[in-house]
């Protein structure tokens, strides 16, 4: 099995930064893409930013130029600097791993973390 532990998350003032972190663990032989989605409350979850095996970055209009994804292929792990964080930036942030392999024929498994919460106040 594969545990996506994240961390970072927390309370932070508009304009603030936060920086989170996910780490993969388990048995993996590679990982398709890593990414972020996020859920606030009475609202459903939503895609922030990816980062794919071939290296390319795409995100969310709503985060594009405030938020950066990063990746350390060595460590299995992704991580979303978060710049000029805005009170509706606030939701629960997964961490999500797309077509985990545990070997090189297998197919592949998508696996969450248990999220991290991040609060932006006014």
């Known amino acids: 099995q594969v545990q996506l532990v994240e961390s970072g998350g927390g309370l932070v003032q508009a304009g603030g930064s936060l920086r989170l972190s996910c780490a993969a663990s388990?048995?993996?032989?590679?990982?398709?893409?890593m990414g972020w989605y996020r859920q606030a409350p009475g609202k459903q979850r939503e895609w922030v930013a990816a980062?794919?095996?071939?290296?390319?970055?795409n995100y969310a209009d709503f985060v594009k130029g405030r938020f950066t994804i990063a990746r350390d292929n060595a460590k299995n792990s992704v991580y979303l600097q978060m710049n000029s964080l805005k009170p509706e930036d606030t939701a629960v942030y997964y961490c999500h791993a797309d077509k985990v392999r545990h070997t090189p024929t297998g197919y592949g498994n998508d696996y969450w973390g248990q999220g991290t919460q991040v609060t932006v106040s006014s």
């Open positions: 980062f794919t095996s071939g290296g390319r970055t």
């Open positions: 388990g048995s993996i032989f590679s990982i398709n893409a």
